[in-house]
């Protein structure tokens, strides 16, 4: 079956070559010539475990191709993901100009039936819309369907994650495109995923509810831990003993300062926006953006407090994405609290294991460096921002021998308190006594 994926970013990427290790014939295209180039020389743009060998395998194997030739690609395959950007727009809206600008093209070069699968996180009724907008402008009356098939995956473990999904979603009104997706996605089906067949409003609304379910479960793990400060309590213990209910379950208790990356803080917002215009207020979708912008204003007022002045000191930061294992930076924490500590006097020595160059593009002021001990001399504060491994089995008689003061800001619980402290450092946490 031959397959292409429009757009080449962390999900196109992921999705194109996964279904290339399936066996399809796959091209992914982005109108990033440069990326397309380097893909095609084998040389992967992100950082994703276990991404770059399996490009190499599928590239050799002849499975695998990346273009520009966004026309070619639409006409020769059966099957056209979408998964370009659909980033926030000032007011909080999705805009969807990518999603269309692909849409536009396909109305060209459709020349015969086409299943359109929209991989794209996109609000609620753009299935509907693009439909209308294909009927309309294309330019051969060819049948075709809309499929809507959100992507779950995680990055950091994104390969993983694809291969291994908790579900599929496959949203549509048309039996025969359903078969083809879930013909798609057959290795799947052989490993007992399960698949839940619906309309595409249900697929598009799916993806926002599990995005804002797990905002909801970080603002309100951060609010407790919030809480356990001024009681004396522990939140790591308090997170153990909720999550060990299997009603709520273990994962995303982990507080820290506050939830980032390129979806939950866009699709928490997306998803209000969709309400309001549906004349429903989602008060806890609102609660809980308001919750994480306070979240990073809460790391800089216990750093400030710690400091008693930022002014003319030095921060270390360690950790520039927004979680480990990806080099990604969009809307990181760690960038809102850098940003915030500079504009009130500090200057901000940075390290991370691979998003410096990353974060360099957005965050000019900061110098970056190339390993975690040169990032904290001369350091009057060093706050952990991303729990990266390598962090976790740092040398703290090193770091003690180059910081200006000793003072460590954890805002992941990564370290033993007591440790640190009998190491001569003073140390904050999250949420601990
Ligand atoms: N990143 C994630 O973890 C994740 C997870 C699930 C869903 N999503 C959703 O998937 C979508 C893609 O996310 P991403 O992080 O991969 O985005 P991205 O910004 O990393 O990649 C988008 C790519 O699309 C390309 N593109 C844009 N317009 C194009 C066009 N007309 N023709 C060809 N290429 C074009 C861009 O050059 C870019 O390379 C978004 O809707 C996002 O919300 C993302």
Redesign the pocket.
């Known amino acids: 079956m031959n397959i292409c994926v429009?757009?080449?970013?962390?999900?196109?990427?992921?999705v194109g070559t996964c279904l290339a290790d399936f066996g399809m014939n796959v091209t992914c295209?982005?109108?990033?010539k440069e990326?397309i180039d380097r893909l095609s020389r084998g040389e992967v743009p992100?950082y994703e475990i276990g991404l770059e060998e399996m490009i190499r395998r599928n590239l050799k194997l002849g499975r695998l191709h990346f273009s520009?030739d966004?026309d070619a690609a639409i006409e020769r395959s059966l099957v056209v993901y979408i998964?370009?950007?659909?980033?926030e727009k000032d007011n909080g809206t999705?805009d969807l100009s990518?999603?269309f600008?692909?849409a536009t093209?396909i109305c060209r070069k459709m020349t015969e039936y086409k299943v359109i699968v929209v991989?794209?996180?996109?609000p609620v009724g753009t299935a509907k819309k693009l439909r209308e907008f294909i009927i309309e402008g294309r330019e051969h009356n060819v049948e075709f369907d809309i499929i809507s098939n959100?992507?779950?995956?995680?990055?950091g473990t994104?390969v993983d994650d694809f291969l291994h999904p908790d579900r599929i979603v496959i949203g549509g009104d048309s039996e025969r495109a359903m078969a083809i997706v879930r013909d798609v996605y057959r290795p799947l089906h052989l490993i007992d995923t399960p698949f839940i067949n619906c309309s595409n409003e249900t697929a598009e609304l799916c993806?926002y509810a599990a995005n804002t379910m797990l905002a909801l479960k970080v603002s309100y793990i951060n609010e407790i831990a919030n809480l356990c400060e001024r009681i004396g309590a522990d939140v790591s213990q308090v997170a153990a003993a909720v999550g060990l209910d299997k009603r709520i379950g273990p994962h995303f208790l982990s507080p820290g300062p506050g939830f980032g990356?390129?979806?939950l803080p866009?699709?928490v917002k997306a998803i209000v926006d969709v309400a309001e215009q549906l004349g429903y207020d989602f008060k806890l979708a609102k609660a809980s953006i308001e919750v994480n912008r306070i979240q990073q204003e809460v790391v800089v007022e216990k750093s400030r407090r710690l400091l008693g002045s930022f002014d003319g000191k030095v921060v270390c930061l360690l950790g520039l994405s927004f979680k480990p294992n990806t080099d990604?930076t969009?809307e990181a924490p760690a960038l809102v609290i850098a940003r915030n500590i500079l504009a009130e006097g500090a200057a901000i020595n940075a390290y991370d294991p691979v998003a410096n160059e990353e974060a360099a593009r957005n965050l000019k002021d900061v110098h970056y460096f190339e390993d975690a001990y040169a990032a904290c001399e001369g350091a009057d504060l060093v706050i952990v921002t991303t729990d990266w491994n390598e962090f976790k089995h740092i040398d703290f008689s090193r770091v003690m021998g180059v910081v200006r003061t000793p003072n460590i800001y954890d805002t992941r619980n990564i370290y033993n308190p007591q440790t640190l402290r009998e190491a001569g450092f003073t140390y904050l946490g999250t949420g601990r006594p």
């Open positions: 429009i757009g080449t970013g962390y999900v196109g990427l992921v295209v982005d109108k990033d990326k992100i520009t966004l998964a370009v950007g659909t980033p999705a990518q999603v600008e692909v093209r991989k794209s996180t996109v959100p992507e779950f995956l995680r990055e994104a993806k990356g390129s979806c866009k699709d990604d969009r």
